[in-house]
């Protein structure tokens, strides 16, 4: 039978949901917080190598995150050496999985989103240890002061 497992597609999207917050909403305030951190006194926003580093990070983040299904297919053909055809990748199935590979996708599938969304609060934690450190040094963050 052809088409849409439910039960893996319902999975697939209640883990997504719970771990969304912690990918998304987080990457957004990564990017948001570096980017009023370079707040010039005027209001102006300055760019600067972090900001731009940030933003390739965050859509890098993002693209792993969405292309993750594809990543897990790809892992599977490669570790069970299948030789499957580059061709079947666009159609984001594996045709006649083995026991094997369903569970090997599983396994990439989740534990690939589950590692990209670990880095974003590893990565505000590194943002917050560098923030304090400055402050600590004697090197405040420029106030902004609002009319």
Known sequence: ?????????????VLRG????FGHGLWTAIAGGVLLSFRT????????????GTYLGVAVLHSLWDSMHG?????????????????LFAQGYIPAPTD???????VFSIGGMVVITLVAPAWLRSLARSA????????????????
Do not use: C, S, Y
């Not at 719970?18 to 917050?21: K, R, S, T």
């Not at 304090?132 to 009319?147: F, K, L, V």
């Open 71 to 87: 990543i897990a297919i790809w892992l599977v053909a490669r570790v069970t050496d299948t030789g499957l055809n580059r061709a």
């Open 18 to 21: 719970v771990l969304a917050p």
């Open 1 to 13: 039978m052809k088409g849409i497992d439910l039960r893996a597609l319902l999975e697939t999207e």
């Open 132 to 147: 304090r450190n400055a402050g600590a040094d004697g090197r405040q963050a420029t106030r902004i002061h609002t009319p």
């Open 100 to 106: 094997e590979q369903k569970h090997l996708f599983t």
């Open 41 to 52: 006194p005027n209001g102006r926003f300055r760019l600067a190598a972090p900001v731009i």
